[in-house]
């Protein structure tokens, strides 16, 4: 399976096929590979990805955009919407990693793919448009503008690991 998040897109077939479905409304589930999402997506979940327009994007939800205006052949990456702002004159969207301490570059609208609609971890599946989901993605969300994020997902990573390798 092709990767996002810090992989270039090497498999134009499966983009090319994942960009036309999400273009025409249609969800799109793949594993998410990498580490920028972790403690909340954790690299080998499987996500459901579903087109979106960038106006409706409310803050946390977790977008799935390009890291260039040209889709098929940029980097892709699920990280999550912060806020809009306007750079230069231009509105641009500010996301970022969970697991990162920094914000990316900014992402121009036109670059947004889509965004998560559930996340499979495990035997159980969280659906961000259910109440509970949204409760939870949006207090994750909070807790990443927390001053000392990092460090307590750093001790959370390590917490799980144990509890799930005990389970």
């Known amino acids: 399976m092709p990767g996002i998040d810090e992989s270039p897109a090497n498999d134009e077939e499966f983009w090319s096929l994942t960009l036309s479905l999400l273009k025409k409304g249609h969800e799109v589930r793949f594993s998410a590979p990498g580490s920028s999402m972790t403690p909340f997506v954790r690299g080998g979940e ?37 806020k809009r702002s306007v750079m230069k004159g231009n509105p641009v969207l500010l996301t970022k990693g969970d697991a990162l ?6 992402v121009s ?12 971890k495990g035997s159980w599946t969280l ?25 307590v997902t750093h001790i959370g990573c390590k917490l799980t690991r144990l509890f799930v390798r005990s389970a």
């Open 46 to 82: 499987t996500v459901t990805v579903v087109g979106c327009s960038p106006e409706t994007l409310k803050f946390g939800d977790i977008v799935l955009y390009s890291t260039t205006p040209d889709a098929l052949s940029s980097y892709k990456r699920l990280h999550r919407f912060m």
């Open 109 to 120: 609208p036109d670059q947004v793919l889509g965004k998560v609609s559930t996340i499979r």
């Open 101 to 106: 301490s920094f914000l990316d570059a900014p």
């Open 127 to 151: 659906d961000l448009n259910q109440p509970l989901g949204r409760a939870i993605n949006l207090g994750f969300t909070v807790f990443q503008l927390w001053a000392l994020a990092s460090w």
